[in-house]
């Protein structure tokens, strides 16, 4: 199932302000030991009041075209994926396009939790193969998590980030693109980690609001079961189809949830453990935006070079799964 593609660029868009474990303990009842020992998370960047999730994905977008010398305007289409959005109608990418005065291309959301970059990934390598060989696509996962996170709740407010990361992706010449790649979803988890208000479900309302219904919702100890046997099934069979052993794999990139869970799915896929990569402990959990920040930091700091084989896995809301086995 080899697709050819290049990623031509990436690149990331954080908020500047930095909100440290001490600054948490300050607010609920925790400490920095606590959230270090059961996540790995020290610090995370939280959005201004102001920001939005489409603010953080135009800024990714426009660092990502600049470094692959193109206007936005020139792309074919501008995948978003966030759970975030900034309205339930317009989509996202219709905000940025909106923010940066970009008419023409197609753009739509991937609404996918923490998987949703890798879902746009396999949407963008499918339309790829039906385009000429000058199509750039735009693939961008972007999040204002900080905006619906209750912050008086210990067990959910310490976990999550904001961020963006986008990368544009063209034709492959046959020495590069995705060899093999999982995803699904099991809807009768639905109700394990969601955000209750806000949709037709319970739309917004007094009640909804004293009630804190507009935040996450997470059973814990069910996402974590359920997120590491996810993950390494997705990547083991990812690796599968591009006929790789674990030993092949340059480079492990797991959604960056929390050092337990990315260790734990790792073990599970036999990867070594010097070959996985973590961001988790400087960024937290950027839900959608975690895989694209991630896969940009290793390329700035000379993780990745030609040829490395590539190993993306995720898991969302959903609930959602989701891996790629790419060669740079």
């Keep these: 199932m080899y697709r050819p593609l290049k990623i031509h660029a990436t690149a990331r868009a954080v908020p500047p302000r930095v909100l440290t474990n001490a600054d948490i303990e300050a607010m609920v009842d925790t400490t920095d030991?606590?959230?270090?020992?059961?996540?790995?998370?020290?610090?995370?960047?939280?959005?201004?009041?102001?920001?939005?999730?489409?603010?953080?994905?135009?800024?990714?977008?426009?660092?990502?075209?600049?470094?692959?010398?193109?206007?936005?305007?020139?792309?074919?289409?501008?995948?978003?994926?966030?759970?975030t959005a900034d309205t339930l109608f317009p989509s996202t990418a219709c905000w940025l396009q909106h923010k940066l005065g970009v008419r023409g291309p197609a753009a739509f959301d991937v609404s996918a939790g923490c998987s949703g970059f890798l879902y746009g990934l396999e949407v963008a390598a499918a339309l790829l193969q039906n385009r000429g060989p000058d199509i750039r696509i735009a693939v961008i996962g972007a999040e204002v998590m900080?905006?619906?996170?209750?912050?008086?709740?210990?067990?959910?407010?310490?976990?999550?980030?904001?961020?963006?990361?986008?990368?544009?992706?063209?034709?492959?010449?046959?020495?590069?693109?995705?060899?093999?790649?999982?995803?699904?979803?099991?809807?009768?988890l639905a109700p394990v980690l969601y955000q209750p208000a806000g949709g037709t479900r319970m739309p917004a309302s007094q009640e909804s609001v004293a009630a804190m219904a507009h935040t996450v919702h997470m059973e814990g100890n069910l996402v974590f079961k359920h997120a590491v046997t996810a993950m390494s099934e997705a990547a083991i069979q990812a690796m599968a189809r591009a006929g790789l052993s674990p030993d092949d794999v340059t480079l492990l990139i797991p959604h960056q949830a929390n050092t337990r869970i990315m260790e734990a799915a790792r073990a599970r896929t036999g990867v070594p453990a010097d070959r996985m990569?973590?961001?988790?402990?400087?960024?937290?959990?950027?839900?959608?935006?975690?895989?694209?920040?991630?896969?940009?930091?290793?390329?700035?700091?000379?993780?990745?070079?030609?040829?490395?084989?590539?190993?993306?896995?995720?898991?969302?809301?959903?609930?959602?799964?989701?891996?790629?086995?790419?060669?740079?």
């Design 146 to 188: 900080s905006k619906v996170v209750d912050w008086t709740d210990r067990s959910t407010c310490v976990l999550f980030g904001d961020g963006a990361g986008a990368a544009i992706l063209g034709p492959g010449d046959g020495t590069t693109g995705l060899l093999g790649s999982a995803w699904g979803a099991d809807g009768t």
């Design 33 to 83: 030991k606590w959230i270090r020992e059961r996540t790995g998370i020290r610090e995370r960047h939280i959005a201004a009041a102001d920001v939005s999730t489409s603010d953080l994905a135009a800024e990714a977008l426009v660092k990502a075209c600049a470094a692959a010398d193109l206007d936005p305007a020139s792309l074919d289409t501008i995948i978003v994926a966030t759970s």
């Design 277 to 328: 990569l973590s961001i988790v402990e400087r960024y937290g959990n950027m839900s959608a935006a975690t895989i694209p920040v991630a896969l940009d930091e290793a390329r700035e700091h000379g993780r990745i070079h030609p040829g490395d084989i590539l190993v993306l896995t995720a898991f969302g809301t959903g609930f959602t799964w989701a891996a790629a086995a790419l060669r740079w």
